[in-house]
């Protein structure tokens, strides 16, 4: 029985509903929408072909953007190979002996300590430096410097032999190309940047826009990102070029008898090579022969005794004179502004902690106990000195002294005016450390003016710019 309700989806005539007019003319306006937007498109797309095709066939411009300007037989994927298994070897090493160095600032320990203090993550590593073995930092700093120096040939000739591609037409072919070309600069400029700051830090050449210690930092982590992307890129052509010849065969080669290596898909062998006038053989040897000089007059400044005589490239390889003081200094007093004045006869050592501050005079903590240690000053440019003899009072006494026994660190500040590191903050085992030292004195002789008279901190393996001289005031913490 008809129940008097019309079924859904039905017309009274019982057909399908029809869609309104109005819908149907918007449904059809949408749809001409659409295919005009696609025409467009398409002719978007085919237009942007077009230029691309027609950019791709621009040639390129004269000189060193195109292939035939770059003629050396000699450069292709074995030699860039065999230079880059140089570096590969030696910049992890110089990263992380870099690392060690800022940990040995211990700047997770205080913000007087930290030279880049919005470093965020990039101090995942940071950990409590060790006082043993006394020579840690004299190594770890004597190692960095000088491998940079030493790898400086090895980077120019790594450089010279990839050139070709840093001129590469188009600059840009697709999206993939633009990130390689991307990587390659912040690994180019990186690792140039990375050098020539640390070159000028060790020659005292102090012309940076901002403090070295955060420009050296953050350029290391930029670089070292580029040089893990590059190498994960490359490793497996580095790996194939190095196996398509023998290096015994190589260094064997003549010059009668030098051929270019075959061509590459990289286009690093010259297109138009000219006659050879050097060997893979004389390059790779030029390069060693390079670094070995560089080794010669750099090292000595670290590894001392006689050596010392041939660091001609040191910063501090002059004449300190002679007597107990002639060792290496970093300022001068006069330098920072410390004058006779500042430490003469009014000068006195403030040491606070637990109770009311204790007070001293030089000859006062002469009458002292006194302790004695032989430990190098090594210093953040490379150099260190020999074994020093150095006497005076143990930090771990004067902590006692000022009431905290068991001081977690200490703050140490100096009567130099001015300066970055007139303040430091040192661990609590490196207080302890019995060979860490209050100095007054050193190789059997008063400390000279230079050297931090009246007193200075002396602690093993600390970077020298943390023995800080001319102290006034210790404060001990828990």
């Known amino acids: 029985m008809d129940s008097g309700r019309r079924p859904s989806g039905s017309s009274f005539s019982g057909g399908p509903e029809r869609p309104e007019p109005d819908e149907a003319h918007a449904r059809r306006r949408m749809r001409r929408i ?168 060790i020659q005292l050449y102090y012309v940076f826009p901002g403090s070295f210690y955060r420009l050296h930092f953050y350029g290391a982590w930029v670089f070292i990102a580029a040089f893990v992307v590059h190498v994960c890129l490359k490793l497996g052509r580095m790996t194939r070029a190095l196996r398509s010849r023998s290096l015994t065969a190589e260094l064997r080669t003549d010059l009668a008898r030098t051929r270019p290596e075959p061509p590459d898909p990289d286009g690093l062998v010259a297109a138009a090579p000219a006659p050879a006038t050097m060997t893979r053989r004389g390059a790779v040897g030029m390069v060693g022969a390079g670094s070995l000089l560089l080794l010669v007059v750099t090292a000595g400044q670290s590894i001392g005794g006689r050596l010392r005589g041939t660091a001609l490239l040191a910063p501090h390889n002059r004449d300190p004179g002679s007597g107990p003081n002639s060792f290496q200094i970093n300022k001068s007093a006069a330098a920072v502004g410390v004058t006779p004045a500042l430490v003469g006869p009014n000068w006195r050592l403030e040491i606070h902690g637990h109770g009311p501050a204790r007070v001293f005079t030089r000859e006062q903590l002469l009458t002292m106990p006194q302790h004695a240690a032989a430990l190098p000053i090594a210093c953040v440019e490379g150099w260190s000195t020999d074994d020093q003899h150095w006497s005076g009072l143990r930090l771990a006494d004067l902590a006692a002294e000022a009431g905290m026994p068991d001081a977690g660190s200490v703050l140490v500040e100096s009567i130099q005016p001015r300066g970055p590191f007139t303040k430091v903050v040192l661990r609590g085992n490196q207080i302890h450390d019995l060979r860490a030292l209050l100095a007054l004195r050193v190789n059997g002789a008063d400390l000279s003016l230079d050297h931090g008279y009246p007193a200075r901190v002396i602690v093993p393996a600390n970077p020298g710019v943390n023995n800080t001289k001319w102290v006034h005031r210790l404060t001990f913490r828990t």
């Open 34 to 201: 659409g295919a005009a937007a696609a025409a467009h498109a398409a002719t978007a797309v085919a237009h942007g072909r077009a230029i691309a095709r027609r950019i791709r066939q621009t040639p390129a411009p004269p000189g060193p953007f195109r292939p035939e300007f770059w003629r050396s037989p000699i450069r292709g994927p074995w030699l860039t190979s065999m230079f880059g298994l140089m570096l590969l070897i030696g910049i992890p090493l110089l990263f992380v002996t870099g690392l060690l160095s800022y940990a040995s600032y211990n700047p997770g320990l205080s913000p007087l300590n930290d030279k880049t203090p919005d470093k965020g993550v990039l101090g995942f590593y940071l950990f409590s430096w060790p006082t043993h073995p006394y020579w840690l930092y004299r190594l770890t700093q004597g190692v960095h410097v000088t491998l940079g120096v030493v790898l400086v040939p090895v980077l120019l000739a790594k450089l010279w032999s990839v050139i070709p591609k840093l001129f590469e037409w188009l600059p840009v072919r697709s999206v993939a190309h633009g990130l390689e070309r991307l990587s390659l600069l912040m690994l180019v400029g990186g690792v140039i940047f990375e050098f020539v700051t640390g070159i000028l830090n």
